[in-house]
Every structure is written in C-alpha cells, then in structure tokens.
C-alpha cells in the first residue's frame, strides 16, 4: 500500500537515511530520559528550570513532526487507523495543555507537573512503539520508512518550540502553520535565552 510520499532523490542508487520507527523510538528513548531528570528529587531548581524548558521544546517539536507525518502515514496504511489516530492526537493535544502548565509552574508546584508530563509521555511512547509503529512497520516498505524519517526530522527542523495545544494537528494546516509559529517562538526563545535542546544541558 502506497503512503503517496514525493520521492527523495536517490544516492549511491538507492533511497538512504534514519528509518521512521528508528527516529521515534530514539526520541522516545531520549525524552523519557529527560523527563526522568525532571522528576529526580536530586535535580537542582536551576537545573530542573533549564530541563523543563528543553522537554517542552523537545516534545513540542516531536509531536509536531509525528502529527505532519507520521499519522497521516498511519491513517493512509493501517486498517483502523483513523480511529488509532484520533486518539493519539487527543492524548498529543492533551501533552501539549499539560506542558503549558509545566512551563507555567514555580518551583513550588514544578515538581506535580512534571510528574503529569512524564506519565503522559510514557503513555505516548508505549501507544506508538508498541502498536502504531509495529503495525506501520508491516504495512509500509522499508523505502517509505526510510522516507518517512527522512521527513519527520526535517520537520522537527522547522517545528514549534513551545506547546501550542490550540494550532491544527492535521494536514494541510499543520504543514503551513506549525513553520509560522515555529519562527515566532524561535524569537521568544532567543531573547529569553531558553534553552530548547537537550545537546545545550
């Protein structure tokens, strides 16, 4: 079954680059392991302060590339995989208001959200990795896996740094606003010095 990707140009002859199950589950693996930092009672407040602000940037531009790629690639191969969808963007939708809250807390109550914010991303992480991404990996070739990747990591690129739960989750919409308020949060973020990824920690 067909995903209707645009080709990627060839190189050495054949399509090359990070598989679309590799890229989540990696990010998964890598967003658990900041939200674990988060909730650790030994976290200095400055630490945790810069920590909260890199998993809301991190998330937000996750679930931005998984909702512009990967469930419409969902949808379009999985039998079910509308109703799949769905419920994924309403707990995604539901992440997004939980992030605001957590970059809205004072020291006194960051430790609560966080506790939120990580068992909602365990819950995002187990859903995908294990039934949305096994079921695409069956119903897609290796190639529009590889296409796939290609496309949620250029996404991320161009994607929301802050929780915006009220923007399209769907394309068309998605694909055009998400980059629109991707450049106004990357203002905010340079002259409020927020740190948004986890290499600057």
Known sequence: MSLHLPPLPPVGGETTGPNVIDVICREHRELIALCDELVDDGTEPDRRRSVAQVVGAELSR?????EQYLYPA???AVPDGYALVDREIAEDRALLEALLLLEAADDGNRAARAGDVRRRVLRHAGAADA???PLLQRMASVEELIRL???VELAEEAAPTRPHPGTPAT???NKIVDPAVALADKVRDVVGRRTTHSRDL
């Open 62 to 66: 996750h679930l931005s590339a998984e």
């Open 74 to 76: 969902v949808r379009a």
């Open 131 to 133: 039934e949305l991404l």
């Open 149 to 151: 990747g290609n496309r």
């Open 171 to 173: 394309p068309p919409w």
